[in-house]
């Protein structure tokens, strides 16, 4: 079993950054694929960025080069640094992570990020 807790969420204008945060714990950190998913309402969830436990990172084609997705392993903790945010980044933003090599997923409460002049 994995808990996540995020925050950072909150309202910022076009143009300007967040930073989400999210804190694993139930199970070691180093065994997760663990990123960040969003959703509008009446839409489906959809991967903005994800790391795997080696390092490796996949971008939502609408984020990459303004989002930036990391992992401190000593505190069990994800980031998504959203720079250049733009009207249609609004959402609940969702951490996710995976057990490997499992297929057992956890879901974070869900954060809210709005973006509005």
């Known amino acids: 079993q994995v808990q996540l807790v995020e925050s950072g969420g909150g309202l910022v204008q076009p143009g300007g950054s967040l930073r989400l945060s999210c804190v694993a714990s139930?199970?070691?950190?180093?065994?997760?694929?663990i990123g960040w998913y969003r959703q509008d309402p009446g839409k489906q969830r959809d991967l903005v960025a994800q790391?795997?436990?080696?390092?490796?990172?996949k971008y939502a084609d609408s984020v990459r080069g303004r989002f930036t997705i990391s992992r401190d392993n000593a505190k069990n903790t994800v980031y998504l640094q959203m720079n250049s945010l733009k009207l249609e980044d609004t959402a609940v933003y969702y951490c996710?992570?995976?057990?490997?090599?499992?297929?057992?997923?956890?879901w974070g409460q869900g954060s809210q990020v709005t973006v509005s002049p």
């Open positions: 996710y992570a995976r057990i490997l090599p499992t297929w057992n997923e956890f």
């Open positions: 790391i795997t436990n080696s390092g490796l990172t």
């Open positions: 139930g199970s070691a950190f180093s065994t997760l694929l």
